[in-house]
């Protein structure tokens, strides 16, 4: 089994590279529970025994430990992700929006309305000069237009929006790499 977070009060070491413990031992974090996640992040679909094989565990401990972390909510559910551009979409854009007044209540309503946008992808809100960020997928430029003007400045709240056109995507390496470098 993995150190305990006792055994952990210096610094962890995995492959020779040292991982800052700071954060894992504040989320209760150990050396397995880190390599557990690591190999989930790489192949997400592995069964329990190919998990327990490759970490040198038994499969119990590996059941309990993915189940542990599904319970404290630093493991949830698993994500299908679709290829837009294969679906007929092949047009992405993050839409900027700005508010004009701020009242929690607008903020809300507006926040349920852009993530039920057909075609969002992603809805953030986000702090600075923009208050949402809408990434879209539509099959056209006509299309990407009817989004912005019948889904999102139909709303009263909204003062302008800016839209960016997405030439490429790609996943950034994620939070495992933050507080377990090397691992992620």
């Known amino acids: 089994m993995g150190a305990s977070i006792a055994e952990n009060a210096g610094t962890l070491r995995e492959g020779g590279a040292a991982l800052s413990d700071q954060h ?13 996640l690591a190999a989930l992040v790489r192949q997400p679909g592995r069964s329990n025994k190919a998990l327990a094989d490759d970490l040198g565990v038994a499969e119990s401990t590996c059941a309990y430990r993915v189940r542990a972390l599904r319970a404290r909510g ?53 702090a600075g000069e923009d208050d949402f960020l809408v990434h879209v997928a539509v ?33 950034g390496v994620g939070p495992l790499a933050r507080v377990a470098p090397g691992m992620a």
Do not use: K, M
Not at 25 to 34: E, R, T
């Open 139 to 171: 099959e056209d430029a006509a299309a990407l237009r009817d989004v912005v003007l019948q889904h999102i400045t139909v709303h009263e709240i909204v003062r302008t929006t800016e839209t960016n056109l997405v030439f490429e995507r790609r996943e």
């Open 74 to 126: 630093v493991l949830s559910g698993v994500r299908v992700v679709l290829d837009a551009a294969a679906l007929g979409l092949p047009l992405q854009a993050v839409i900027r929006v700005r508010l004009g007044r701020h009242t929690r209540e607008g903020v809300e309503r507006l926040f349920d309305a852009l993530v039920r946008t057909p075609g969002a992808i992603e809805v953030f809100h986000v």
């Open 24 to 36: 894992t031992l504040s989320a209760g974090l150990d050396d397995l529970d880190l390599r557990l």
